[in-house]
Nanobody
Framework: LQLMESGGDSVQAGGSLRLSCAASGTTFSTYDMAWVHQAPGKELGGVAAINNDGVIDYAESVKGRFTIHKERAKNTAYLLMNNLTLEDTGKFYC?????????????????WGQGTQVTVVS
């Protein structure tokens, strides 16, 4: 499984972005996956996850603002981010594996993309 993120950009606070994670090498829909955020100087933290049954989970900090979904036909996952705040600045990674017991835990995943940078400015 190979993963490639795109969609990162510099955006004003309150703005929106949509990140994409294109998968190749296998059928992505059979994998659990998460979007993982790394703020400058901080550890990795899962912000949104979807398992192979379509069960979705969000970190408290993004509930009501972020939406995750997979598009089977394109073998791609997306993260729609609304009402972005300065704290959302950082690199967003797409991470995946055949099974994740706690889908928001970054260390559950062995397959990672290179990440895409999101910078929120005031």
């Amino acid at each position: 499984l190979q993963l490639m993120e795109s969609g990162g950009d510099s955006v004003q606070a309150g703005g929106s972005l949509r990140l994409s994670c294109a998968a190749s090498g296998t059928t992505f829909s059979t994998y659990d996956m998460a979007w993982v955020h790394q703020a400058p100087g901080k550890e990795l933290g899962g912000v949104a996850a979807i398992n192979n049954d379509g069960v979705i989970d969000y970190a408290e900090s993004v509930k009501g603002r972020f939406t995750i979904h997979k598009e089977r036909a394109k073998n791609t996952a997306y993260l729609l981010m609304n009402n972005l705040t300065l704290e959302d600045t950082g690199k967003f990674y797409c991470a995946s594996d055949t099974y994740a017991e706690d889908t928001l835990r970054a260390d559950e995943y062995n397959y990672w993309g290179q990440g895409t940078q999101v910078t929120v400015v005031s």
